[in-house]
């Protein structure tokens, strides 16, 4: 229903202005300009006390036009716009550009304001796009009603395969230059702005349905819909069509500048990140390397396997490039024998491996044998099985003509990725007008070059793989039994180790035996029934770091060690506790343990449970070495995380330590992401710490639940 | 003396040229073109069969010149190389430009030809540049003995403060050619290409020498005498000139690049860096950053505290700097209430801090009135104690021409870094060409504008503190005697933990009581006399994972647990080792340790004694969280490196434990620095792991050293 009201606003056949005038400095008058100016077949009826404007007969109000009006362009003081709003759904406007800013980013006053016009809009049925936005384009209807100073600057509007919806307008024309600088289009364009009624997921929606979009740019202040962007970005790669995110606020300050700039919340990063990971989206830090990687997407092929393939006639700038690719993780060819005696015909014997040095071809003969050479050269390695993309360092050279045209073919060609990196400034500027009369990518640094390498890996890999949503785990019977029954009390509950612990074994987790003893007696008799060695654990109110009080006690091997264990715990909490604090002591299965993990969960507001894992220990929170997955996650989506973390290593047989199961281990992590995931929102906080491993032996030794 | 010679070649009065051309398109034929191209008020003597060759009277060998030859040209085939040179000589030649290749980058043939060529140059008092280089130039002298396309693309030649040496002919023109986009000039570029005679730290010397120069940038792909270039870098900021540093080769690709481009070895990536950080050279991943930090260095004025302030007119890009500034470490500047009431003329109370909003501004009045609020909210803002320098990131905007003006005011007059983040690709080519005119940077994107602030940053620090040379610390003569006599025997000698500390205690560095006990009974006695608490460690040859075999026993209290600890080793010795390896135990006193550290020193063939320590235990190889210290260093170094520690907060009462006495443990890694240093390159690896840490207690509980 969203999605007809958008693509009826997208491919508008009639335009309303409101604040239309002569004046194009002015915002009405200039978008009126912009949109007349590029062979738009439809309507467009300036609201103007004059009789007409720019050419076009104006009318007193909106009622008064004849026929349909499909947009309506609202940039009129901010006292107005809410009458002009009511005045759109009586003519059936499907939505209203709203330009006027002083909304929510301004304030509480804004956003009252802003609700206003929400309130108006859903009540009789109209739709907003803004407010504080620029405008939409969509250039294969030649429509352009966005008043951005990049379509002021350009007097032609290249039709092309990539769609981007932004909530900055600036940003949106910043990206349109650069596409247009390397002579490739937008298919659609829209500056969302303050998000009050359509929102980013609105307009993605419409990218992914719209045919002439084939890779998708976001540009995000604040999520509106968690969930619906997950869908859709699933839908999205269903569709063939990979998504590109920048996500603005990242940081505390650029938290607090998108705030005032279109009034959202920012919301926390590394979930948003674990979240992009999962599904596959490019999560970029800054919009012309996404608009650069989208470019190298559409100009070029795919990209399944195979590392980056580096030619230059620098041997400096080859040094340089192959560091930059090596640091970055892309694996460096190895060229096969095929090539390499394809490229004994051109090259000598020490130069039959990338990179491919121009310069020592242009030794060996005229510039036609190296126009010939080269390309024969370049063609069989990008041939190459071992090779999946390329780039060409072009610095100051001897030759930039002959190497560009070869750049260009194989670009063309070569079916792989392929761009260059045009470090040359003015001296390469005719290789730059080749490229954009190519329509291929071109970058001017390394950095550049291999962040849009990283991206286009990353946006094959996720076309490449299944996208199946997992289905969260039913909450068994027996663990709602245990949680505390929801209503009047305190907001949040944090549990104690028993009781969490009995909410895991309820669950089906593999906790040590374990009972509560009230004093050194109780403690002995049920160390007896459990089996020595055990542990003791002083189990009181509000402790949450037991060790750095001496309330743990390990490896207790007689009946004499657990009694004069639980002695000294009793003294330790008489030093440090509130008499009656300690309520006795938790005498615990000693479990082996070569390795200890933490494993976590967060309850995210916008995405819901994120599980968090990393090798335990006090170090943990020093290291920050763990990884998130945000739940339900999928069973082989855990190896690849675990296989991230810096003490990795520990969990395979590090110096001699019997390796751990890493498929069990996976199972148990599946099993608290299950759990955590079917308690939802009533489980804010959960930590199983140290989860204790020895081989085959896996066993959460502690934990604690924080439940609202 | 090198000097000297290296100033008349740079200052040349004549020139000939051995492959001098009418064809421009040869290398000798293009060189000469360019020579005669810019003014250059010297004489030039081709060497050729006809009479004259491009208008000047030409010589059939160069004895037959008249008058002195300050340089002479070599492009012949690579077969004369060695007689012209021989030639050359004869004619007192200061130096030859040998831009022939096939030398020592093509194998060992080559290698043997290049030495060959040094064995005339140095028998017979001429010297070399190159071969396998581009050439030269000082723009001062207007004079280009270089054959790049950058400056045969450009028919002027900007005379600017910008020295460069580096061993990449290409990416010495790509430099220029980014420098002359910007509107700056070179005051001299040198190419070295192979380095065979004149190395890059000669042109360094030259460089610092050089009146024109402010500011040096080195391309390195193999350091010849890293003794020298720690010299010349303190030489070099002493004078006032910061030294920025590119060095390839640091992957294990990039590295083999380098050979086969200049013939260099690349040496230790790591060492080189914790050298130039100790020196304050700027290291950079790429040329056209370095570049572009120098050009931000002599555009620009000095940075001494303060953080970033960024103006722009787009609310997107206001968030994404702050996102990248922040997340690069820069300090948010708060703006002080003078400067607030100076904003508060123009923006509304929303926006009295930092990012300066040109949008926000233009909403509230014309475009005189935004140029008037602009340029005093700018000049307010750069003058306020919290900024130390500014950048303003274009965006496709309205007004940029206003904006653009003030940026150019600002930057020239504001006397902090400021520079333009120009991400309009074309829609912001009147803003570049305002910039350009101005001799001012523009960067195009957050990353490079966030690196070049990063430099800019380091340089200004380093100009700013001052630079002793530490002197290194006398061997005693105890710990001389301990070590094994120089002479026949193995190449190499461990030390085994018994020896190692001798020669600690020697050197007045803190082990603990210790003695070797042969069996359990001696082990007992010792034990008695150290005092108890004790440990046991194997002894045993060839053992360096001693606690992986069993072979480390901790926290004896009692003779009892020492007599069975001793068997518990001895029998894990008859499982692990050979018969008669396991000489007996060291019985050593039990150190505290709430902390244990790992110092250790590696001599490196380059840059000497490298001193290495981080926090110990067995992760310390999986988390590589060390930091390096080039010895000798100085007491104030030490702490700031420790600081950088991920673990650091081990060591500042984490969770309860006792604070290190910071000051202790900073005089023990000096002493051991000093120590490790004065053994020089006997020395070839040393590892004190544990240092075990309790408050102001520092014991060296184990360590090793590897001497030759």
Known sequence: MSLDQVQRIMNAQSVAIYGASDDVSKWGGGLMHLLLRHGWQGKVFPISRKDSVQGHAAYPDIGSIPGPVDVACVAVPVDQVARVIGECADKGVAGCLVISSNFAEAGEDGARRQQQLVDIARARGTRLIGPNCMGLMNTHARFNLCNSSATEFYDYMP??????????????????????????????????????????????????????????????????????????????????????????????????????????????????????????????????????????????????????????????????????LEQAGFDMPQLGADTQELLAKWAPATHLQLPLDAGVLAAHGSARDLLQGMSESMRAIMADPAVGAGIYVMTTQKYADVCTRVVVETARSCGKPYFLVNQASEVGSAASRSMREAGLLEVT??????????????????????????????????????????????????????????????????????????????????????????????????????????????????????????????????????????????????????????????????????????????????????????????????????????????????RGTTPVDLERLVDTICAIGAFTCSLGPRLLEFDANPVRISGSSICIADARAVVQ
């Not at 950095?447 to 199946?468: C, D, Q, W, Y």
């Open 159 to 324: 039709q092309g395969p990539i769609g981007i919806a932004s909530q900055s307008g600036a940003l949106m024309g910043t990206m349109l230059a650069r596409a247009y600088a390397c002579g490739i289009g937008l298919s659609s364009g829209i500056s969302a702005g303050n998000q009050a009624d359509l929102e980013i997921c609105d307009f993605f929606e419409y990218l992914i349905a719209d045919k002439h979009t084939r890779v998708i740019c976001l540009y995000v202040e604040g999520l509106q819909s968690p969930e619906r962007f997950r869908a859709l970005c699933r839908r999205s790669l269903a569709a063939g069509k990979p998504v590109l995110l920048v996500k603005a606020g990242r940081s505390e300050s650029g938290a607090h500048a998108v705030q005032s700039h279109t009034g959202s919340l920012a919301g926390g990063y590394d979930n948003l990140a674990a979240v992009c990971r999962q599904l596959g989206v490019q999560l970029m830090d800054d919009v012309i390397d996404m608009i650069d990687a989208a470019m190298a997407w559409v100009s070029v092929g795919d990209w399944s396997t195979g590392g980056v393939a580096v030619a230059t006639a620098s041997g400096g700038g080859a040094a340089l490039a192959m560091d930059a």
């Open 445 to 654: 640094s390394l950095t550049s070059a291999v962040t849009v390498l990283k991206a286009l890996r990353g946006m094959a890999a996720a076309l490449h793989r299944p996208l199946e949503p997992a289905a969260p785990m039913q909450l068994p019977a027996a663990v709602a039994q245990l949680l505390p029954p929801p209503g009047p009390g305190p907001a949040t509950v944090t549990l104690s180790e028993a009781d969490t612990k009995a909410l895991l074994a309820a669950a089906g987790l593999p906790v040590p035996r374990q009972a509560l003893a009230r004093n050194a007696d109780e403690a002995v008799r049920i160390a007896q029934d459990i089996g020595l060695p055990v542990v003791l654990k002083i189990e009181a109110i509000g402790v949450s770091h037991k060790s750095d009080m001496g309330g743990v006690e390990v490896n207790l091997t007689t009946t004499g060690d657990v009694r004069r264990a639980y002695d000294r715990i009793a003294a330790a909490a008489g030093r440090h506790l509130k008499p009656g604090q300690m309520t006795g002591c938790l005498v615990q299965q000693m479990v082996p343990g070569d390795v200890e993990l933490i494993v976590g969960a967060r309850w995210d507001p916008q995405f819901g449970t994120m599980v968090v894992f990393g090798i335990g220990g006090t170090l943990v929170e020093l290291l920050h070495d763990v990884r998130i997955l945000p739940a339900p996650f999928m069973r082989h989506e855990v190896l690849p995380q675990l296989r991230q973390l810096k003490l990795y290593p520990l969990l395979t047989g590090y």
